[in-house]
């Protein structure tokens, strides 16, 4: 499964605009970026995905590396319901989704 | 918006029972998984179905799990005997088709406790 790495944590303010990354440096140019969430006491989110171009969508826009190998989500203008754990997702040629620990964004009022 | 449903929202078993875990994916998905999320750790995949067999399944996933779309509508998880390890949240999630740019949308899960 390949892998992707994101930081543990982040923090930002309400109605500011939110970066989060992840570095996926050994995707092969088949492999799909996806980003799911998951709020508190939830079930994971579907928020947006992309292959080689941005992408925006109502909830977020996908910034993806020329070369791949990172992408960020951008959320235009954090609300206190977009605090969630945020996991970045390559997939693969399987129907499975593998998550990673993802990245626990804290929003403060 | 359509979404994924599952009941029990929570459900306590004796260890060494029986149980089974519904949920009713978005009506015009072909795909259907089940994964789980013991506390405080990853989620994690156990199972992918399509065209009423399993397509894909993890090592978790061994036989005392079993699968199954017993009408046009529900599709089921079932766990003949279940361990203190099986406490975890079960989510459900269906997706049109299965493919890599396709999304999965997931139900808000039923949380298993086993004593």
């Known amino acids: 499964d390949a892998k992707t790495t994101q930081p543990n944590s982040m923090e930002s303010n309400e109605e500011e605009p939110v970066h989060l990354p992840c570095n996926h440096s050994t995707i092969s140019g088949t492999d799909y970026i996806h980003w799911y969430r998951q709020l508190p006491s939830q079930g994971p989110e579907y928020v947006i995905h992309?292959?080689?171009s941005n992408v925006n969508n109502r909830m977020a826009s996908l910034a993806i590396a020329e070369d791949r190998k990172s992408s960020t989500l951008i959320l235009h203008r954090a609300t206190l319901r977009d605090a969630a754990v945020y996991y970045c997702i390559l997939r693969q040629g399987a129907q499975k989704l593998v998550f990673g620990q993802g990245t626990r964004l804290t929003i403060n009022p | 918006e359509p979404e994924v449903t599952q009941t029990p929202s929570h459900q306590v078993t004796q260890m060494g029972q029986e149980v089974i875990l519904r949920c009713v994916p978005i009506s015009n998905h072909l795909y259907f998984y089940w994964y789980r999320q013991i506390l405080g750790q990853k989620v994690e995949f156990l199972v992918s179905f399509y065209n009423n067999e399993i397509s894909e399944k993890s090592e978790i996933f061994d036989d005392q799990f079993s699968v199954e779309r017993p009408d046009g509508s529900n599709f089921t998880l079932k766990i003949r005997s279940t361990k203190l390890e099986d406490s975890a949240m079960y989510f459900c999630?269906?997706?049109?088709?299965?493919?890599?740019?396709?999304?999965?949308?997931f139900g808000d899960g039923t949380r298993l406790s086993i004593l």
């Open positions: 999630a269906s997706s049109e088709w299965g493919t890599l740019n396709q999304p999965q949308h």
């Open positions: 992309g292959l080689t």
